[in-house]
């Protein structure tokens, strides 16, 4: 029998924490892509992610495609839900306020929500793992395949992520419209073409989320909102806008998560993630990694 | 207060004291109750109005403070036999200190930070009410809550509460409304149009911002102890991050800048899922639906309805009368 | 200055006129009103418990209704909040003038709707688990489902039978759960249990790693876990990842009272054991066992309709319904009658277990309402 010292437990919390953040790290990395486009926080990221989880779950054991196929028109759809939801609910309302849109952001996920409910009921799906689930044995700890697919995909996503953003035209674009979205329209790039592709982008990273972490957490129609919370937090505590921030504090906040549970008490492991939060803004009021001369400039 | 407002005060007393009469129709007879329930959350409404409308801040924490309010009263009156008037007095100050306690570092953020330190907030008590299990009994909730009397007179039906509750609120609608009009409300306007010019202009923008978020702390905490002696159970479901949304979202939905708007929305929003009942599951889908629609459409909320309609009903009333 | 005339004008026609218009009812049929948690956190028990109350409907209505009356079952959905389940039962009494009232799903909701019921003078059965709803007994309120104590000691019966002694508790911060962990602390010391863990966790939590990494590190020898969907199977998954099948043996609590989850552990749930209702494996049931027949003809006609598998859930609200239905054939439209028939009611074989009520005891079942059961490739097992 093997020898559960705490070392071994120590090593087992890192690496849950590690996997629960990546996860809070996608998602948040999906409210800053809509953020630098728009100013807005939008509240129907968490169902981006359950529908990626669900439409996954569909094409794998009803439709029983291959998993990567599966996976690239899992993708494919949810942004198109992303589009439709740009086109229909947030590009007629362009000149109106922020809080405005976070509302109908609000209003669109109870939407959506009610959609999946009919769709696939209100019972639970599971999703077989991508690559079996025979846990590999770490430093004492047990590592289940997943969790690798899960952390792997996640710097994978990040990497594409920033060339996307530093080296095409399209990337260099959206980031041009969100630090100076009118200087961006006076150079010739169509701002709300980039709005639109950015809440498709976002609904993707979303999908992905939902799809890596359904194998190990199962998926329905209700699970959005609690995973989208998570996602804010890790895009707030990295500071607004800011992709590695978004990174950073997600893994930040899954560790303490699963530290707190594990070393201190599992009933208050999200109070202290929160409370780290709050600590760091009363501090540092725009994040670990924002600025706060740029968030000066901003409308809301 | 202005004499439009002293109209609407009365005009909204009137319908208040003769609402029960519906309740002779047997279709629409529990409505008193939903009533009561909407009296309790514009209660909340209009404080977070104040706080959004007019100081332009976010809360997106105010369940915390109806649920504070309720567990004192619920904790004090239940558990230990303390009258319920003097609990409900150490609701207010608990929420007021808490409201200075948070409300200090978290006014100085802006925006989505600002709703999310709030948030964070909010969740913190709820998982607090949750988990200390020796005073609340946690997820389970408690019960035996007393109902509210004064003079002997114990308000233990719906009809009781409802004027009780109504009445409160009504007070409370007053006051917001001479916050308005006082020279509180009109630095909080100006805080909202520009906090920077407000401040060159000698306003001293982070008291205001503090004072309104207090007021309206303590306005969530009192409904929190009439709900407390209202229902006589409390757990923490009905105080979680989900009310504190739909609290904003009231607002909105309202319009923004419009104490009364709160009202509105807060009726709105409560009565929309009773008269959806019929769409049995679908339900869900209409309410989704109707919100959108509204917020889309009604960009300044329910209360510029009344604008709407006016332009359309005032000039046949003129060439008719 | 009109504008605020107007204003009170639109209040009074968004509140009163928009209201839907009143049914008309000509006949007299006998209704019952239902209350579930249909969406929400808890629809995983209010969907089966509206399903069974359509099915109600429907049977008793087929078969000739109740003494040549017909039965409406009226139904509301409650999202699991108590503010809504109290506003949902006002209307049941107030508008719809129902005799009996069903549900909520919920303890929570329960314990919030029943002063309500209390006052209204009305007979009330819950669907919901805790001994706190029946115990101090409230004279109008009853239930169906078995109580969490009775699962717990089934539950350590089977340890002790074992020779096991040390547990470590897994407990959701829900109403059902944190039941659970209260009733799992205090029978422990008169059972001979020593409790070595207890750790908690959200009901939307999408890993329970760490806190079975912390119970790995203690020398208990089986984990008890309380919870609802989808925990109870992220548990159970997590407990096999970490390799702590051979080390710990693993109790569900009643809540795992459907097949569904089985499969949804995908081969985890293998050697798992719980406290059932018999409803949900009545197939497997012995032929001369009580409860078979009712519980089998439940199971088919369920599953037939439904296309999907019951839960044990389901089961409550249909023997809430069906002790209804013998006490208004028994003593016609009676509120009061209904509810001292239900006092009385003895030796009723229920999907739930064999219901003997009393002045004391408003729930009427007992440990025996369980049956320990354990998953042997992918399907209950008994243990003799």
């Known amino acids: 029998m093997e020898d559960y010292g705490f070392l071994s437990q120590l090593v087992q919390y890192i690496l849950t924490g590690i996997t629960l953040g990546s996860i809070y790290a996608i998602v948040g990395v999906g409210f800053n892509i809509i953020y630098n486009a728009t100013e807005i926080i939008n509240f129907a990221q968490g169902e981006f992610v359950m529908l990626g989880g669900l439409v996954m779950i569909t094409l794998v054991n009803f439709a029983h495609l291959p998993m990567p196929l599966a996976f690239l028109l899992t993708v494919i759809i949810v942004s198109l839900v992303g589009l439709l939801i740009e086109r229909l609910a947030i590009f007629p309302l362009k000149e109106s306020s922020v809080l405005r849109l976070v509302i109908i952001t609000i209003a669109l996920s109870i939407l959506i929500k009610g959609l999946a409910m009919f769709t696939w009921g209100k019972q639970s799906f599971a999703l077989r793992s991508f690559s079996g689930d025979t846990p590999i044995p770490f430093l004492g700890a047990s590592v289940i395949p997943q969790t690798l697919w899960i952390i792997g995909i996640t710097v994978v996503l990040v990497i594409l992520l920033s060339i996307f953003f530093s080296r095409t035209i399209i990337g260099k674009a959206m980031s041009a419209c969100a630090d100076n979205p009118e200087a961006a329209s006076l150079v010739g790039i169509n701002t709300q073409r980039m709005v639109m592709l950015a809440f498709m982008l976002s609904a993707a990273l979303g999908a992905v989320a939902g799809m890596i972490i359904t194998p190990v957490a199962l998926m329905e129609y209700d699970r959005g909102a609690l995973l989208a919370l998570k996602g804010f937090g890790a895009c707030i505590l990295g500071g607004l806008g800011n992709f590695y921030g978004a990174v950073v504090a997600g893994i930040i906040l899954g560790l303490i998560e699963s530290l707190g549970a594990g070393l201190i008490s599992s009933g208050y492991k999200d109070a202290m993630a929160l409370a780290v939060l709050l600590l760091v803004l009363f501090i540092k009021p725009s994040g670990l990694f924002g600025s706060a001369e740029v968030s000066k400039l901003k409308k809301f | ?321 | ?384």
């Open chain 2, 1 to 321: 207060m202005g004499r439009k407002n002293t109209i609407g005060v009365l005009g909204l007393a009137l319908f208040i004291l003769f609402f029960p009469l519906t309740g002779r129709i047997p279709a629409i007879s529990h409505y008193v109750d939903i009533m009561t329930f909407i009296g309790l959350t514009a209660m909340i409404t209009m404080g977070l109005s104040l706080l959004m409308g007019y100081a332009g801040q976010i809360s997106l924490g105010h369940a915390a403070f109806y649920g504070l309010g309720a567990y004192t009263s619920g904790v004090l009156t239940a558990k230990f036999g303390i009258n319920p008037w003097p609990a409900i007095l150490v609701g207010v100050l608990l929420s007021a200190a808490v409201a200075v306690i948070v409300g200090s570092p978290s006014l100085k953020l802006r925006g989505h930070y600002l709703a999310m330190a709030t948030l964070a907030f909010g969740e913190i008590i709820y998982i607090i009410f949750n988990e200390s299990i020796a005073l609340t009994e946690g997820p389970d909730g408690f019960g035996n809550i007393p109902h509210l009397s004064l003079f002997g007179f114990t308000f233990d039906t719906i009809l009781a509460n409802y004027y009780l509750i109504w009445a409160v609120a009504i007070l409370m609608l007053i006051f917001s409304l001479n916050i308005i009009h006082s020279r509180v409300g009109r630095a909080l306007m100006s805080i909202h149009g520009s906090e920077v010019a407000a401040m060159t202009m000698g306003v001293n923008a982070a008291k205001f911002k503090i004072q309104v978020f207090v007021i309206s702390a303590v306005m969530a905490s009192i409904a929190g102890s009439l709900y407390a002696h209202y229902v006589q159970f409390i757990n923490p479901p009905v105080f979680d991050l989900f009310f504190s949304i739909k609290l904003v979202m009231m607002v909105v939905v309202g319009g923004m800048a419009s104490v009364w708007g709160a009202i509105l929305g807060a009726a709105l929003i409560t009565f929309l899922p009773e008269w959806l009942i019929f769409l049995e599951d679908f339900d869900i889908l209409a309410y989704g639906l109707v919100l959108l629609l509204i917020i889309m459409f009604l960009p300044k909320g329910l209360s510029s309805l009344t604008g709407v309609l006016y332009r359309l009903v005032a000039p046949r009333l003129k060439s008719g009368s």
């Open chain 3, 1 to 384: 200055m009109k504008k605020s005339i107007l204003f009170i004008w639109s209040f009074v026609l968004t509140i009163v006129l928009i209201s839907p218009a009143a049914i008309c009812q000509a006949a007299e049929p006998y209704k019952i009103g239902c209350v579930f948690a249909i969406t929400g956190p808890a629809s995983f028990l209010g969907e089966p418990e509206r399903n069974s109350a359509k099915m109600f409907e429907e049977e008793v209505n087929a078969a000739g209704g109740i003494n040549g009356h017909a039965v409406k079952v009226i139904i509301y959905d409650t999202e699991g909040d108590a503010t809504k389940a109290k506003t949902r039962v006002e209307r049941l009494i107030r508008k719809d003038n129902v005799l009996a009232i069903v549900g909520p799903s919920r303890s929570g909701t329960t314990m919030a709707v029943i002063p309500v019921v209390e006052k209204a003078e009305i007979p009330f059965i819950s669907c919901a688990a805790s001994i706190k709803i029946v115990e101090p007994v409230k004279k109008w309120v009853f239930k169906t489902p078995q109580t969490d104590t009775s699962a717990v000691e089934a539950i350590y019966t089977h340890m002790k039978k074992d020779g096991l002694t040390r547990a470590a508790l897994l407990t959701g911060t829900t109403g059902f759960g944190a039941g659970g962990r209260v009733q799992l602390k205090a029978v422990a010391p008169k059972m001979g249990i020593t409790i070595v863990a207890d750790e908690v966790f959200g009901p939307k939590d999408t890993s329970l790693t760490a806190q079975l990494t912390k119970i790995r590190g203690t020398d208990a020898q089986a984990i008890i876990g309380w919870t609802i969907a989808p925990p109870q199977v992220i548990m159970l998954k997590n407990w096999k990842q970490l390799g702590m099948d051979k080390k710990f043996r693993f109790y569900e609590s009643h809540g795992f009272g459907s097949k569904r989850y089985i499969e949804l552990a995908g081969g985890a749930a293998e050697g798992v054991y719980a406290p059932l209702g018999r409803v949900v494996f009545a197939d497997i049931l012995p032929k001369w066992n009580a409860q078979r027949e009712f519980a089998l003809n439940y199971k088919t006609n369920y599953e037939k309709k439904f296309k999907s598998e019951i839960s044990t859930f389901g089961g409550h609200a249909w023997d809430a319904l069906h002790m209804l239905r013998i006490a208004l054939e028994a003593v016609g439209p009676n509120k009061a009658k209904i509810r001292d028939y239900l006092e009385n009611v003895k030796g009723f074989a229920g999907t739930g277990g064999i219901f003997n009520m009393s002045a004391l005891d408003h729930c009427g079942l007992d440990a025996s309402a369980f049956e320990m059961v354990v998953v042997k490739d992918g399907k209950w097992a008994l243990i003799d």
